[in-house]
């Protein structure tokens, strides 16, 4: 039995604060720190938007775009690194929102970024097993950068959710494949309790994203015999512009391959949503028979590499709900003090 | 703050989340929140759950300057009344500049957080509207 996407939801706040009003703030170089990362802005969440908000909108929007019945859904997988609570799950609220309760299974996933494409294998094996009809699998972030450090440019806000299933006439990408490639790497990590991350500095780079990214991706093409000229577009986890890019140059793959999916430079790092946010981009455009490769990385560390072909489905059920350059237009630009409101930097007694 | 009880929030749980009232097919009226009896048709009245499409005007608003504890960082926000399509009106917190409010502008539901009861109490969640 194969599985395949059978609906895919992105969501993305309203606000955005630029990188120049961070810098302005902060005395670093604008422009140098916009070419360097290839981020211009990012997204904020509201007040009252949280990892559990953003990924219930996420998945009202797949079910919307699928018409699907939520009552088939067998099971919910939330993939954060920001979960709203520290015990009791998001997967719970987003199921109950969807209306899918209550005979189902749901857990909440981690694994730095990768954590909702983790949540998609799970819901191919579930699917394909014949455990469960119809899986969601969920990337959502609200993430945070401590005010001043390197990674508060980039941390941003959004989820994408996806609905796997195994009846090949509702797909409307066939997952042909994938292949993980995980190693213990403390490149990344935030402490029970502690507000911001920690990062290795220029440890981040070469043994992490790199190394993970290209075993994965090598990885699964060595294993389906296929090459980057066999694929129409790819995408790979974008914590900045500048490592996609270059996982892609390293990979053979080109610039016109990874342009729909980059879609960094307006949004920031979405953490467990950004190599989903990636696919759901490039969905919103491919076309019947178009091919997609894609590997998201996780800190900790490994890579999720996928391949995809897309069906005739796809143009049914695409604008039947918010394609991410919508989500992306018509933003409400803050400054660093609504920003540092809004994400709760300043704790009011 | 919001002062209601875990209980008692999560008995309306549902209904909270999903805009899930009630509809008396006996006079064909709707109600949010849901009812155990039907007021017009009382013994008479038959009643079904009903799921909201959450499409309604602004019937009117305030604009709260002054936020009661929990709220201090939103203010100034926008509470408002809803008429729904189907009938029923509720009070809710819209996500909209008050500059950009208006009576009679169409909404369309989002989901968020209402509040929390203390920082490590239980967080709220359920509808709140936008415009259109
Ligand atoms: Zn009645």
Not at chain 1, 39 to 64: G, L, M, Q
Not at chain 1, 195 to 218: I, L, N, Q, S
Not at chain 1, 239 to 265: C, D, H, M, Y
Not at chain 2, 51 to 76: C, D, M, N, R, W
Request: proline share 6%; hydrophobic share 35%.
């Amino acid at each position: 039995m194969s599985a395949g996407i059978v609906s895919y939801g992105a969501y993305v706040p309203r606000y955005r604060i630029k990188v120049d009003e961070i810098a302005r703030v902060w005395g670093d170089d604008a422009n140098s720190l916009k070419s360097g990362l290839m981020v211009h802005e990012k997204s904020v969440p509201d007040f009252d938007e949280d990892t559990a908000t953003i990924a219930v909108e996420a998945a009202r929007y797949a079910v919307k775009r699928s018409g699907i019945n939520a009552q088939r859904i067998g099971a919910v997988y939330t993939g954060s690194e920001s979960h709203p609570y520290a015990v009791k799950p998001t997967s719970t609220i987003v199921a109950e929102a969807v209306e899918a309760t209550p005979v189902m299974t749901a857990a909440d996933y981690e694994f730095a970024c990768k954590a909702g494409t983790a949540a998609i294998q799970t819901c191919m094996g579930l699917v394909q097993s014949g455990m469960i009809d119809l899986g969601l699998a969920i990337g959502a972030d609200v993430a945070q950068g401590a005010p001043g450090d390197a990674l508060e440019y980039t941390a941003a806000a959004g989820g994408v959710a996806f609905i796997i299933g195994s009846k090949e006439t509702e797909f409307l990408a066939v997952i042909e494949d994938t292949y993980s490639f995980t190693t213990d790497t403390p490149d990344f990590w935030r402490r029970e309790g502690m507000p911001y991350p920690e990062h290795g500095g220029r440890f981040t780079g070469e043994p992490g994203y790199f190394k993970h990214v290209t075993h994965a991706a090598k990885g699964l093409m060595a294993k389906m015999g296929t090459k980057p000229g066999d694929y129409d577009y790819a995408v790979f986890h974008q914590p900045n512009g500048k490592f996609p890019s270059r996982a892609a140059s390293i990979l053979g793959f080109t610039k016109e391959q990874i342009k729909p999916g980059l879609v960094v430079p307006k949004l920031g790092n979405t953490y467990s949503g950004s190599c989903m946010m990636g696919i759901a981009a490039t969905l919103d455009q491919a076309k019947p028979g178009d091919r997609i490769f894609a590997t998201a990385f996780g800190s900790g560390a490994g890579g999720d590499a996928f391949s995809f072909t897309v069906t005739d489905k796809i143009e049914e059920i695409r604008n039947k709900a918010p394609t991410v350059m919508e989500l992306l237009a018509d933003p409400i630009y803050v400054d660093y003090a609504t920003y540092a409101k809004h994400k709760g930097k300043i704790r009011l007694a | 703050m919001i002062t209601m009880s875990v209980p008692r929030f999560w008995r309306k749980q549902v209904a909270r989340y999903n805009l899930i009232g009630t509809h008396c097919t006996n006079c064909k009226t709707y109600y949010y929140p849901p009812r155990n009896m039907c007021p017009k048709c009382r013994r008479d009245g038959k009643l079904e759950n009903f799921k909201f499409s959450g499409k309604g005007e602004i019937l009117t608003y305030t604009v709260i300057h002054t936020a009661a504890e929990g709220f201090e960082k939103q203010t100034p926000y926008v509470l408002g009344i809803v008429k729904l399509e189907e009938g029923p009106s509720l009070t809710s917190q819209i996500v909209a500049d008050p500059e950009d409010m208006k009576i009679g502008m169409k909404v369309r539901p989002v989901f968020r957080k209402l509040g929390e009861s203390s920082e490590k109490g239980m967080i709220y969640y359920g509808t709140k509207f936008v415009p259109e």
